[in-house]
């Protein structure tokens, strides 16, 4: 078996996991087993569907089911995976002929592994994180929005990716962020505006996507868990924003209300008939947004402004 860390919990696959920390603790009980060799080629026969999410196409892709099994995650046309009640061990039941191991992987550690969490008393949101200083800033937006291209300027500009589109929380006091993987995942656009700052193109996502995993090298990768510091909601500025407002980020603040009705649009938990776990989930955010500061940070939409919205954030976080 092959071991290693992610949100501060040991897994281990009977495949390789290159895009994740090889475990550096101690031996003891395994919290996470995931088997994801030899699939087979035959789906399961299509369910009584939960939930079915939308891909940022707006076509359905994800569905998932439960039963006395534990929770059927179907991806449309891809692969399917079985998460067990417990929510410790994932295995890849089908995988469609010709998907590689590249997409499988990705399907697992960012979309099965983030909503299997929840059954294991985590809690996390739909966010891309670094690490500003000694605390975590996460950022929270819709699909396209630009968390994962301005989690990498602020890499480039000395704060280290923490998280990329699943941020763990702990219901500590205070409030503690769990390390994901390094680096991010970009579209070419992206890539080509960061000026050549990332020496190398990076390694495909899956198959199914342009995106390219960067900025992987564990080096400076801080894996260890933070407070959490700053939230901030992603809004690109209307089409219709003046020319002379175009290079212009601007923050507003949000009052707690505000802030926890969005927060509860940026999650995905996994069984939302479970009301234990929704109870805590509840709980959880509605500290988060009394005790975290809450910012809505409106986008200028050129790749240009990126500098002016890392100097803004970096001037909000060093404040009180």
Not at 297 to 312: E, G, M, R, V, Y
């Amino acid at each position: 078996m092959y071991r290693y860390e992610v949100y501060g919990l040991e897994l281990a696959s009977d495949a390789p996991l290159p895009e994740l920390l090889p475990w550096r603790g101690s031996t003891g009980p395994t919290e996470l087993l995931v088997r994801l060799s030899n699939p087979s080629s035959e789906f399961r026969p299509t369910k009584d569907w939960m939930v079915t999410t939308a891909s940022s196409q707006g076509t359905p892709w994800l569905f998932w089911a439960k039963d006395s099994d534990g929770y059927l995650l179907h991806f449309k046309d891809l692969a399917d995976f079985l998460v067990h009640p417990d929510g410790c061990r994932i295995e890849c039941l089908a995988a469609a002929r010709g998907v590689s191991a590249t997409t499988l992987r990705h399907l697992l550690i960012d979309h099965v592994l983030p909503r299997a969490l929840y059954r294991i008393g985590f809690d996390a949101l739909h966010a891309t994180a670094v690490v500003c200083g000694s605390r975590v800033c996460a950022f929270v937006a819709e699909a396209g929005t630009g968390k994962s291209t301005l989690a990498a300027s602020l890499h480039l500009d000395g704060c280290p990716t923490f998280a990329d589109d699943c941020l763990v929380l702990r219901d500590t006091d205070p409030l503690i962020a769990m390390p994901a993987y390094p680096g991010v995942r970009l579209w070419e656009e992206s890539f080509r505006a960061l000026g050549g700052s990332i020496r190398e193109r990076g390694t495909p996502v899956a198959q199914y996507t342009a995106k390219t995993r960067q900025l992987g090298d564990a080096e400076g990768f801080r894996a260890e868990p933070l407070p959490l510091g700053r939230i901030y909601l992603l809004e690109r500025q209307p089409a219709e924003a003046s020319p002379s407002a175009s290079l212009a980020p601007r923050v507003e603040h949000l009052k707690a209300g505000e802030a926890f009705a969005a927060l509860m649009a940026s999650t995905f938990p996994l069984d939302i008939t479970d009301s234990t776990m929704l109870a805590r989930h509840f709980r959880l955010l509605s500290r988060v947004a009394a005790e975290i500061p809450i910012r809505r940070l409106i986008l200028p939409t050129d790749f240009a402004a990126l500098p002016a919205i890392n100097s803004l954030i970096l001037r909000d976080c060093a404040s009180a």
